[in-house]
């Protein structure tokens, strides 16, 4: 059903989720450097199911500070102004710089649950590898509370999919839940997603175990007021 | 950079459309009045929503445009468009029935406008251009997504900061729908006095209610 004069679109609100395409990964170079970022994190993130790791803990080699992806963020880089200044309208004053950095494998099994990436102005998802059936990534409408009034065919917590390919770069804003569908990829081959995290505002981290789950945390780290 | 390089990916369902009726073009001076008539109907009872130089026949009812024969050849001409957005754009539930549920005309003349408001569990609100002059204001509608933004600068001090509201252009014939839920409002009107803007609004309902006695909208 589609009729003469359709409806168009005349949303002015800004666009959430941009997409582009870097052409020049090379998955046989940079997945055994991916590996060795991952081994470099002493644990694991709590967000990776079944057969997945990440590297989010290992700060001390973040990918956008290694020589071999400097060419992957200098590409990057007036991608993200223009998603942020033109399309989401942000603040030309303010400094905008990448925060930090991690890559994410998924084995046949292995997923990132769902998530936010809560203050960051854009988290940037990059598919280094991405072999046949190995997953899409997932959102949820942040508007989904006000459709529930309505009966849909799109049934209520139900995500929206975006399928992926080696090279995709997608950019959304840290406040934007998502999550990856399993991989269910032949054995042996594996996803890789280079996470990188566009910041504006400084935030500074309490306690010595970074990243732990705060339900699993033995307590909460004492506050100091004042101390920088 | 070339915007073609970044592409628009959202899975989310648009929230406002916008299509065009060329029925109200000729004779307008015929279809103000008109809609004069409906607003007399009202026996002077207005809308709290209409400030300034403003009314609106929202409370009768009895002659609501949809039910007037004059009306007959635009609600035809739309009924499928509300179909394509609620059906395809906004994927509802097409076992259920939809209908209109009412419908009214406001004017507009210079200094007037419409307040912020929603149109409550409306699955589709429809604005409908009849008339439009110069200045004659825009419609605003709200960002629903504006609170998550605001952790964030936005804007610039030296710029006009953007705010929640964002403006959509309108012309003559205009027809614009949107969720029910979603809250908008008029610009006032700044043009010559004496022309009027005429907005048909049209709502699209799914469930009923009763109103207990006959109190104020």
Not at chain 2, 183 to 197: D, F, I, N, S
């Amino acid at each position: 059903m589609t009729v003469f004069n359709a409806p168009k679109s005349a949303s002015p609100f800004p666009n959430l989720i941009m997409r582009t395409h870097y052409p020049h990964f090379d998955p046989q170079r940079l997945v055994p450097i991916c590996e060795g970022l991952v081994r470099g994190a002493r644990e694991n993130a709590y967000l990776e199911q079944g057969d997945a790791n990440s590297s989010v803990i290992n700060t001390q080699s973040m990918p956008h500070t290694l020589a071999v992806f400097a060419p992957f963020y200098e590409w990057l880089w007036p991608h993200i102004e223009h998603v942020i200044y033109r399309e989401w309208k942000m603040d030309r004053s303010v400094k905008y710089w990448i925060n930090d950095s991690w890559v994410n494998r998924h084995g046949p099994g292995g997923q990132t649950t769902e998530h936010t990436h809560g203050h960051a102005v854009m988290a940037i998802s990059a598919y280094i590898q991405v072999p046949k059936d190995s997953g899409a990534i997932e959102f949820m409408d942040p508007l989904e509370h006000m459709w529930r009034m309505y009966y849909r065919n799109h049934r209520p917590g139900t995500w929206d999919r975006i399928g992926v390919s080696a090279g995709d770069i997608l950019m959304f804003p840290g406040w934007l839940d998502h999550r990856t569908e399993v991989s269910r990829a032949e054995p042996g081959l594996d996803r890789w997603v280079l996470t990188t995290n566009v910041f504006c505002h400084r935030m500074e981290r309490a306690a010595s175990k970074w990243m732990d789950p705060y339900v699993t945390s033995p307590g909460y780290p004492k506050v100091e007021w004042g101390k920088r | 950079m070339k915007d073609a390089l970044t592409l628009v990916a959202d899975p989310f369902p648009r929230l406002v459309f916008k299509t065009n009726y060329s029925g109200f073009r000729d004779n307008q001076a015929k279809w103000a009045e008109i809609c004069e008539g409906i607003v007399r109907g009202t026996g002077g009872h207005n809308s709290y929503l209409e400030a300034g130089n403003a009314a609106s026949s929202v409370r009768n009812q009895e002659s609501a445009p949809h039910k007037l024969a004059v009306f007959q050849p635009f609600y035809k001409w739309l009924w499928p468009r509300v179909q394509e957005v609620m059906y395809l754009q906004w994927d509802m539930e097409p076992s259920i029935d939809y209908w209109i549920s009412d419908s009214w005309v406001n004017y507009h003349d210079r200094g007037g406008h419409t307040l912020e408001h929603t149109h409550g569990y409306a699955v589709m609100a429809v604005s409908t251009y009849i008339t439009m002059p110069e200045n004659g204001g825009n419609l605003e509608v709200l960002d629903p997504s504006e609170h998550f933004w605001a952790m964030h600068f936005r804007g610039h001090y030296r710029e006009r900061a953007p705010s929640g509201w964002k403006e959509i252009p309108v012309a003559a014939g205009d027809v614009c729908m949107f969720p029910g839920w979603l809250q908008h409002r008029t610009q006032e009107h700044k043009g010559t006095a004496g022309e009027k803007r005429w907005v048909l609004t049209t709502n699209i309902l799914n469930v009923t209610h009763s109103r207990v006695g006959r109190g104020p909208l």
